[in-house]
């Protein structure tokens, strides 16, 4: 038995409205590639570049809950928001957060990274000052690597010490992509 692609959207719809999911997924076509995005029930939950779904699937059922379906109309907002993001219509994103099982570190550090204007930067060791860990630049860079909700929970606004673009989880590209889209990069070069 076939099921159409119609009826089908509706039943994910269904479940999503209902309730009847843990975190609902959907694929985003971005400037920077295709985005992963998911959502529970209390919030984005995830972004990731150069998605597997398969992989993404079971990461977030490890961390959410088993009943994970690719269903569009909880990611409505949010990928709006991404959209006007890239369209440079808007700075600053009015999505709930939901960092999951994450750790008082991590937690600490990205709260404080989602309050890094647009437009701005800072540094690893500054973000682990602002966390209450003067010392933990490296942890915090750790962080950053592992950060679930790239773009959102800004990390491409994180640089070296001396300014410099040093890793990035989606690539220097497209973290220099995205610093250019916000007027953040003087220098191409760097």
Do not use: W
């Amino acid at each position: 038995m076939t099921v159409s692609s119609s009826l089908d959207e509706r039943f994910r719809d269904a479940a999503a409205a209902e309730g009847l999911l843990d975190v609902a997924y959907d694929l985003a076509d971005s400037p920077v590639g295709t985005l992963f995005v998911a959502a529970s029930g209390k919030g984005l939950c995830r972004i990731s570049f150069d998605p597997e779904p398969e992989r993404e699937v079971e990461r977030l059922a490890r961390s959410f809950g088993v009943r994970v379906l690719r269903a569009k109309r909880p990611l409505e907002d949010a990928r709006r928001q991404l959209d006007e993001y890239f369209d440079e219509k808007r700075t600053e994103f009015e999505l709930a957060i939901d960092l999951g099982p994450a750790a008082d570190f991590t937690r600490a550090v990205l709260n404080r990274l989602a309050k890094v204007p647009h437009g701005q930067l800072t540094t690893y060791g500054a973000l682990a000052k602002s966390a209450g860990r003067p010392r933990a630049a490296r942890a915090v860079g750790t962080v950053m690597n592992r950060n679930p909700i790239p773009i959102v929970l800004p990390c491409h606004r994180v640089v070296g010490s001396n300014g410099s673009l040093v890793g990035y989880a989606g690539g220097l590209d497209r973290k220099r992509l995205l610093l250019s889209l916000e007027g953040a990069l003087l220098d191409d070069s760097t």
